[in-house]
């Protein structure tokens, strides 16, 4: 049987987007009113502002690469210890020189801590698989390219699991490296059981 994993909400990348060009603005604004005292407070969100501002175009760059990009399962839940065959299909949307293309299997784990009334996120990469797909790829407009992979999944780190304070996450991500820029990503939320005894 197979299915399609779940993509995850562009929302996020444009949220990414906005909260770093929100930084810049402040640290402008900041540094011209002269509202701190030196050049550490604009300096940190200015940097705080490119930072997300990378994330969130890495996000929105790997959907404007590709006029559609699916995954495909051969069986979910995945299961620890087991194989995930995958494939990936997607479409070009437009012309471009990829230095890499490459699917990582990736697992976070995601702490909420309360201190004193303020809510901190904290977050682990717990494991991470790659699997090289090609590289040095030049891709015409309105090219179908379609790459089979398979990850073995580890026995030994814990299945997909969320609660109202931690959460591990696994998901598998496209990642699209192109030269002179950030790498463009896409990434899909995979379900992930424990071991089952026979």
């Known amino acids: 049987m197979r299915v399609r994993a779940h993509p ?9 987007l906005t909260a770093g060009v ?15 005292h030196g050049w550490a407070v604009p300096a940190g969100l200015a940097l705080a502002g490119l930072a997300f501002g990378a994330a969130g175009l890495a996000g929105v760059r790997g959907r404007l690469l590709f006029s559609s990009v699916s ?37 976070h784990e995601r702490a909420l801590l309360c201190d004193q009334g303020r809510e901190h996120v904290f977050v682990k990469k717990v494991f991470e698989k790659t699997v090289a797909l090609g590289e040095r790829l030049r891709v015409e407009p309105g090219v179908r390219l379609s790459y089979p992979a398979q990850f073995r999944l580890p026995a030994d780190r814990a299945p997909t699991f969320a609660a109202a304070s931690c959460s591990l996450e696994w998901s598998v991500v496209l990642e699209v490296q192109l030269a002179g820029w950030p790498a463009a990503t896409r990434d899909w939320t995979v379900v992930v059981a424990p071991v089952i005894a026979a």
């Open 8 to 16: 995850r909400a562009r929302a996020a990348s444009l949220r990414l």
């Open 22 to 36: 929100g930084c810049l603005a402040l640290a402008v604004t900041t540094a011209a009113l002269g509202a701190a």
């Open 71 to 107: 995954l495909r399962l051969e069986q979910e839940p995945l299961e620890l210890g087991g194989a995930a065959i995958v494939r990936l299909e997607c479409e070009s949307a437009g012309g471009f020189l990829a230095e890499r293309l490459s699917l990582h299997l990736r697992c």
